[in-house]
C-alpha cells in the first residue's frame, strides 16, 4: 500500500495575516469576546493607555492568555511564555505579542484582587444572558492541595518533640566539645561541631517561634511554606490543602460563586456561601441544596428562617440508619413542662445544661423506676436511669430533617450530583489540576475564580455554540456591564 508523504521543502502561499488563521467556530474567539466584555475599571485593574512611563502590555491582553491558558489546563508561567511564541490560538489572542513568563507571572500576582472578581462578573453576564435562573443554588466542596509540602506542617507536639530533640543534640555536642578541647584545640573537627552546634540553636529559636504562633492563633497546625493552608484528610490521604466550595446554579449547571477556605470540613459554610452567590446574581435564591457534609443547624436556620427552602440531610438522615428499639425518637418531648415521656408514660426531667452550651441533659427523677421497669436492660443499663440529649436548636433541627423528606426536597436532592459535582470533575479531571500554583487564600481564591469561569465559558460554548456566544456577548458588551458591575 502506498504512503502519504511529506516534504518541510515544498513551497505554499500561507495566508498573510494571524487573523486568517483562526476559524471563525474556533473556542479561542469565545475567550476574546468575553474578556472584551469585562469592566477592567470594575475589576480593579488599570486600563489607562495614557500612563506616563514604558509601554506596558495591554491587561486585557494579558487576562486573556491568562484565561485562555487556565480553560486548557497550562497554568504554569513558562509554559504559557511557550505558548504565546508556538501557539497560533495564543498568537491570535495576544494580537502577535509575545511577553515573558516574568511579566505574565507579574500580572497574575498583582491583581490577585482583581481577578478574584472574574467569575462575579462571568455570573452577571450568564444571568444577563438567561444561562443562570438563580431558583436553586447547589454548595459542594472539595479539597485541592496547596502549593506546600505537609512536612512543613507544624503542630503543638511536632514543636515540643523537635525541641526535645535538638536540645538533647546540643548538650550531646557541648559535652564532646568540652572533651576535646585540650586534645584537638583549633582542629578542624572542633571548629565544624561548635558551627553545628550554631545551626542547632537558629534551629531551635525557629521551632520556638512557630510554637508561639501556634500558640497565639489558636490553631491546630501551620504550614511555615503557606500560612493559610491546613492539613487535611482525603480518600488520597493527608495532605496540605485548601477547602474549595463552589455554588452551581440549576437551570444549566453554572458557577454561580466559587470561594476557598482554610478549614477541615465543609461545618458552618453553608449560609456565607449561599448569601455571596446570591449577592453576585444580584437574586435570592427559592431552594438550597448541599449534603450532610453541610449540617450546622445553627449555619442552616438563618437561611430556613428568612424564607429559603433547605434541603440539606442531617448526619443521621444522611447515614440512613434505622430508629433504634428505645432511641430518642421514642421519646415524647412536652414543651409546656420541659420534659421527655418514656414509651412507659414516666417523665424524665430537666438536669442540667452541657458545658458546651449545645445541648441541655434529662433524666429520670430516680433510677429505682428504670431499674423497675420492664425495658431495663434494653432501654438503658444505667443505674441513675436513662438519659437524654436535647439541643438547643433541637426544633429547628426537626424542622430541617422534616424540610428534607418532603418530595420536592427528595427530587431537588436527586439533581445535587449532576449540578454540584460536576464542575470539580471538570477541574481535575479535564484541566489536570491536582495543586493550586499560588500560595495564600488570596492567591488561591484568584486561581479559583479563573478555573471556575473557564468552566462557565465551556458550558456557554456547549449551550450556544461559539459564533452565537461570541455574537451575544457583543451585544451586551460596555453598555451593560460598567453601570452594574462597578458595584462588585
Known amino acids: 500500500m502506498a504512503f502519504r508523504m511529506g516534504d518541510r521543502n515544498q513551497g505554499q502561499l500561507f495566508p498573510p495575516r494571524i487573523e486568517d488563521y483562526v476559524r471563525e467556530d474556533d473556542p479561542v474567539r469565545a475567550y476574546d469576546a468575553f474578556v472584551d466584555a469585562l469592566d477592567l475599571e470594575g475589576l480593579g485593574i488599570s486600563d489607562d493607555p495614557n500612563k506616563v512611563g514604558n509601554p506596558r ?17 497550562i497554568r504554569s508561567s513558562r509554559k504559557l511564555e511557550r505558548e ?23 500580572f497574575r500576582r498583582n491583581n490577585k484582587g482583581a481577578l478574584k472578581k472574574v467569575l462575579a462578573m462571568c455570573a452577571k453576564m450568564c444571568v444577563k444572558l438567561d444561562l443562570i435562573a438563580g431558583n436553586t443554588l447547589f454548595l459542594d466542596g472539595s479539597k485541592i492541595r496547596a502549593n506546600a509540602s505537609i512536612r512543613n506542617s507544624w503542630t503543638a507536639e ?36 561548635k558551627e553545628e552546634i550554631a545551626k542547632s540553636e537558629k534551629y531551635k529559636e525557629k521551632v520556638k517561634e512557630i510554637a508561639k504562633e501556634l500558640e497565639e492563633s489558636g490553631r491546630n497546625s501551620l504550614n511555615t511554606v503557606d500560612g493559610d493552608c491546613e492539613r487535611m484528610h482525603g480518600i488520597h490521604g493527608s495532605h496540605a490543602c485548601y477547602n474549595a466550595q463552589v455554588v452551581t446554579d440549576e437551570k444549566h449547571g453554572l458557577i454561580a460563586g466559587s470561594d476557598a477556605v482554610s478549614d477541615n470540613n465543609d461545618m458552618g459554610q453553608f449560609g456565607s456561601q449561599i448569601t455571596a452567590a446570591e449577592e453576585n446574581i444580584e437574586k435570592e435564591c427559592k431552594a438550597a441544596c448541599s449534603d450532610s457534609g453541610y449540617a450546622d443547624t445553627d449555619d442552616l436556620k438563618d437561611i430556613h428562617e428568612r424564607g429559603t427552602k433547605v ?10 440508619k434505622e430508629n433504634k428499639e428505645f432511641g430518642k425518637e421514642s421519646f415524647r418531648y412536652d414543651s409546656e413542662k420541659d420534659c421527655y415521656i418514656c414509651p412507659e408514660g414516666k417523665e424524665l426531667g430537666h438536669l442540667r445544661d452541657r458545658p458546651d452550651k449545645k445541648a441541655s441533659v434529662y433524666r429520670i427523677s430516680a433510677g429505682e423506676i428504670c431499674m423497675g421497669c420492664r425495658n431495663f436492660g434494653r432501654c438503658t443499663a444505667q443505674a441513675t436511669g436513662r438519659e437524654i440529649y436535647r439541643l438547643f436548636n433541637e426544633e429547628a ?51 479559583l475564580s479563573l478555573l471556575s469561569t473557564c468552566f462557565n465559558i465551556a458550558r456557554m460554548m456547549t449551550i450556544f455554540g461559539v459564533k452565537m456566544l461570541v455574537r451575544k456577548l457583543k451585544e451586551i458588551s460596555g453598555a451593560f456591564l460598567k453601570p452594574v458591575l462597578s458595584s462588585a
Open 57 to 73: 502590555y495591554e491587561p486585557k491582553t494579558m487576562l486573556k492568555i491568562l484565561l485562555f491558558g487556565y480553560s486548557y489546563g
Open 84 to 106: 504565546v511564541n508556538y501557539n497560533l490560538a495564543f498568537m491570535w489572542l495576544a494580537k502577535g505579542l509575545a511577553p515573558d513568563f516574568k511579566t505574565i507571572s507579574e
Open 158 to 193: 511536632r514543636c515540643e518533640k523537635a525541641l526535645e530533640k535538638v536540645d538533647e543534640r546540643i548538650e550531646e555536642m557541648l559535652s564532646e566539645c568540652e572533651a576535646a578541647d585540650e586534645s584537638e584545640e583549633g582542629q578542624a573537627s572542633l571548629v565544624r561541631m
Open 311 to 320: 434541603v440539606v440531610p442531617s448526619q443521621r438522615q444522611a447515614a440512613e
Open 397 to 447: 433541627r426537626e424542622r430541617l430533617e422534616a424540610e428534607y423528606m418532603k418530595a420536592d426536597s427528595q427530587a431537588i436532592y436527586k439533581l445535587r450530583k449532576e449540578k454540584s459535582e460536576l464542575p470539580f470533575g471538570h477541574i481535575k479531571h479535564n484541566l489536570g489540576v491536582r495543586g493550586f500554583l499560588l500560595r495564600g487564600l488570596e492567591g488561591v481564591r484568584c486561581e
